[in-house]
């Protein structure tokens, strides 16, 4: 498992937010049995990681996670939902090299429906102005795409090129992560909204030569997200690149290939074992298997992010060509 970079870190399944497309909520962890940051030493050092939950913010050793693993990582990425703003601006204040997405499902009433918040829309707006101050210039906003909250994808994306941030993007999965197996993927509405949206991508009024690019990556990532929504047959991906490229662990240490499957297929734990007799072993072999056979087709960025890598032609030539049709005033080539 030489090749692995990126590790999800799920610190804990506590959150403040009721998600309708995610019911971590309803499985929360008990402070007392997440994992101790000490533990986070036995990872590698050059990984990516990424700090997730629930909402790793209510971690009241969240500063010790990130004192342990900032310079070990390559990067230092946080999932977080915004609310706790003076908490996750002090982080980007005291390491400035990290990566922040800050959550959102749309505007403010259909965000605070969505997330089933109070005010959930006005915290993630104050903590992403306040980043703007800070040291931290890696920042953004991120939304995940359901069938119910499409038509604010465009002005999401105006409102981050207006503040001259960041919008990651995903789409609804359902799996053991999530506690779901009942949400929509695909849409018919939300093709058009999606397509409209890729367009404004693919022709990026950014004002940096920087930003224009990584709005033409996340567009061409955006290719397998409308070819789930309009439920094509598997195989428009990338193949998986779990436990090859990436791997989580669970707020007891346990570690496991991916967050898209119906079960968490465990290898081992990061508490009991090392990372490298963990990912070395029969167990990882096994899920290796899992990992191969699995038909969930997920669209997750971290498949596509190594795969653009490894193969930047196919990325670059298919921005290229939809660039010319757009500009010809046809539609995307999927």
């Given at each position: ?187 018919d509405d939300a093709l058009a909204a999606h ?118 032609w196919k990325p670059i030539w298919w921005i ?15």
């Amino acid at each position: 498992m030489a090749t692995t970079v990126q590790g999800s870190l799920i610190t804990t399944f506590r959150c403040n937010a009721k998600c309708n497309m995610c019911n971590i909520w309803k499985c929360p962890t008990k402070p007392e049995e997440e994992i101790d940051p000490e533990f986070y030493r036995k990872l590698p050092d050059g990984l990516r990681i990424n700090i997730t939950g629930g909402e790793s913010m209510l971690r009241q050793d969240i500063d010790k996670i990130f004192e342990i693993l900032y310079p070990k990582a390559e990067l230092l990425e946080l999932s977080t939902n915004g609310y706790y703003t003076e908490k996750i601006v002090a982080l980007a204040n005291k390491y400035p090299n990290i990566l922040i997405r800050v959550s959102l499902e749309g505007l403010p009433k259909l965000n605070d429906e969505k997330r089933g918040t109070r005010d959930g829309f006005d915290h993630a707006l104050r903590t992403m102005l306040e980043l703007r101050k800070s040291k931290c210039k890696n920042i953004g906003f991120s939304v995940v795409i359901s069938p119910d909250n499409y038509k604010d994808l465009l002005p999401l994306y105006e409102l981050c090129a207006a503040l001259d941030v960041e919008l990651g993007n995903s789409v609804v999965h359902n799996s053991w992560y999530f506690h779901k197996e009942d949400n929509q993927i695909t849409s018919d509405d939300a093709l058009a909204a999606h397509e409209e949206f890729v367009k404004a991508l693919l022709t990026s009024k950014r004002h940096s030569l920087k930003g224009r690019l990584k709005d033409y990556g996340r567009a061409y990532f955006n290719k397998s997200i409308h070819r789930r929504l309009r439920g094509d047959e598997a195989g428009y991906r990338p193949p998986c690149g779990a436990l090859k490229d990436f791997f989580f662990i669970d707020p007891w240490g346990n570690v496991s290939p991916c967050n898209g499957s119906s079960e968490e297929w465990i290898i081992g734990n990061i508490k009991e074992q090392s990372f490298e007799e963990i990912m070395s072993s029969e167990k990882a072999r096994e899920a290796q298997k899992l990992v191969d056979a699995c038909d969930r087709n997920c669209a997750f960025i971290v498949t596509e992010r190594h795969d653009m890598v490894r193969r930047p032609w196919k990325p670059i030539w298919w921005i290229l060509k939809n660039k010319v049709r757009i500009a010809k005033g046809q539609s995307v080539c999927w």
